[in-house]
């Protein structure tokens, strides 16, 4: 099953350390999205990317937080000197185009003692 | 604004339906989604509808969208067990952005 992949399942980091979460889109599929859950509420919008181009980052915190989708390889999401706050789970989607219905990952769980 | 609202909670008897209520606010929105997701997983894409219709039925699953009220609905028909979980109702905003309830836990009771 080729689907949406994220890595680390689960991930612990200490406050100012950092994390990296990675995302494998299904194949065929050249459009990622990344979702941040807070516990009890929705997902809410983070970023938007392409193959090396980052179409909408609206939803992303203005510091610490950074994504890329390289030529080559995953999609990461980096957080730089994480704190309490960021303790959530990281989901990341793929579609065809901007168009089509986003798949999603199982997430990252990101856990910030 | 964005801003997805539905029920939190909704219990019902396994072998009856399932409606889950959801109101959203961007009348440009393309596509609405539904979205199931059980304990420790990611959202499972359930269906959706696009927005020029009013209805869209899925084997156990109905769609209804009032364009007019900005309201969509979800039935799940014969509700079993594995139905437990909790359903996310998405508008998309610009297409691609999607804007997510909080969604309703469903809990199945035999």
């Known amino acids: 099953n080729a689907g949406v992949m994220q890595n680390p399942r689960h991930l612990v980091r200490r406050r100012g350390q950092e994390a990296r979460l990675r995302c494998s889109p299904m194949?065929?599929?050249?459009?990622v999205y990344w979702y941040r859950q807070l516990p009890e509420e929705g997902l809410k919008f983070m970023v938007y990317?392409?193959?090396?181009?980052?179409?909408?980052e609206s939803g992303m915190p203005k510091e610490r937080f950074s994504a890329e989708f390289p030529k080559e390889g995953p999609s990461i999401l980096r957080i730089q000197q994480v704190v309490r706050g960021d303790s959530a789970a990281y989901f990341c989607?793929?579609?065809?185009?901007?168009?089509?219905?986003?798949?999603f990952g199982d997430g990252t769980r990101l856990s910030i003692l | 604004g964005e801003d997805v609202e539905q029920s939190l909670f909704l219990s019902v008897r396994e072998g009856d339906s399932s409606v889950i209520n959801c109101t959203y606010t961007?009348?440009?929105?393309?596509?609405l989604y539904w979205y199931k997701q059980e304990p420790g997983a990611g959202l499972q894409l359930l269906t959706y509808?696009?927005?020029?219709?009013d209805m869209k039925q899925d084997q156990r699953l109905t769609v209804l969208l009032n364009k007019k009220d900005k309201h969509l609905s979800l039935r799940i028909a014969d509700t079993q067990t594995g139905d437990s979980a909790i359903y996310f109702c998405?508008?998309?905003?610009?297409?691609?952005?999607?804007?997510f309830g909080a969604g309703t836990t469903v809990t199945v009771r035999a």
């Open positions: 509808i696009f927005s020029n219709m």
């Open positions: 194949k065929g599929h050249s459009h």
């Open positions: 998405a508008e998309s905003i610009n297409d691609y952005k999607l804007s």
């Open positions: 990317l392409q193959k090396e181009n980052i179409i909408d």
């Open positions: 961007d009348s440009s929105s393309t596509y």
């Open positions: 989607a793929s579609s065809p185009d901007r168009y089509q219905p986003q798949h």
